[in-house]
Structure formats: structure tokens, C-alpha cells
């Protein structure tokens, strides 16, 4: 059974930084297309980030490009969103995404979903 495991969100205040890991169990995502979405309150689930199976590409919504870095480790099945000068408007529920297809742009469609981790971001 696939897990998608993600951890580090809290409640820090704007300007701060966060990082969150996504863990993967079940299978290897080694060759795969790794992300993350996020929802906001009352919003659409929104594309955040995507990395390429190797990490040599990325690809960012362009509200965050720049503020975010994702990142992968094959070896630990495991993706990272490290999140700087953080705002209220970034408060959301951040899931983690593995497998699927990427399309191009914001247009990903996982195959596999964590549960989510709450970041709110105080003014």
C-alpha cells in the first residue's frame, strides 16, 4: 500500500520559513514526477511545485517562484518544499503528490496523495 507522509507545518508568522518532507512507503517514486499542491480556506486545490524523477528539473505556480525550493532525495523516497518569506495568503493544507503525469506548467495530475499538513501563516 502506498503512503504519502508529510510532516513540518505549523503556525509560524509572516516573513518566516518552513520546510516540509513528504515520505513515500510502499513503492519507489525513484523514476517518477514528485510535487505539491496546496488548498487554502475556501479555495481550489492550486499546484505549488513539481520536480522531475532525477531533481534536475523543476517547476514552480509563479506566485511562489522563488520564495519556494522543492527538492527530492531518491535515496529516502522522500520530496521537500522549503518555504521562505512566508505569507497569510500562503495559509493552506499542503499534500504532497507522487507519480502520475506532468503535462507542463501547473498542469500535473498525480496518481498518489498524502493527507496533508496545515501551514497558517499569522500577520
Known amino acids: 500500500q502506498v503512503q504519502l507522509v508529510e510532516s513540518g507545518g505549523g503556525l509560524v508568522q509572516a516573513g518566516d520559513s518552513l520546510r516540509l518532507s513528504c515520505a513515500a512507503s510502499?513503492?519507489?517514486?525513484?523514476?517518477?514526477?514528485m510535487g505539491w499542491f496546496r488548498q487554502g480556506p475556501g479555495k481550489e486545490r492550486e499546484f505549488v511545485a513539481a520536480?522531475?524523477?532525477?531533481?534536475?528539473?523543476?517547476y514552480y505556480a509563479d506566485s511562489e517562484q522563488g520564495r519556494f525550493t522543492i527538492s527530492r532525495d531518491n535515496a529516502k523516497n522522500t520530496v521537500y518544499l522549503q518555504m521562505n518569506g512566508l505569507q497569510p495568503e500562503d495559509s493552506a493544507i499542503y499534500y504532497c503528490?507522487?507519480?502520475?503525469?506532468?503535462?507542463?506548467?501547473?498542469?500535473?495530475?498525480?496518481?498518489?496523495w498524502g493527507q496533508g499538513t496545515q501551514v497558517t501563516v499569522s500577520s
Open positions: 503528490a507522487a507519480g502520475g503525469t506532468y503535462y507542463g506548467g501547473s498542469n500535473y495530475a498525480p496518481a498518489f
Open positions: 510502499g513503492r519507489t517514486f525513484s523514476s517518477d514526477t
Open positions: 520536480i522531475s524523477w532525477s531533481g534536475g528539473s523543476t
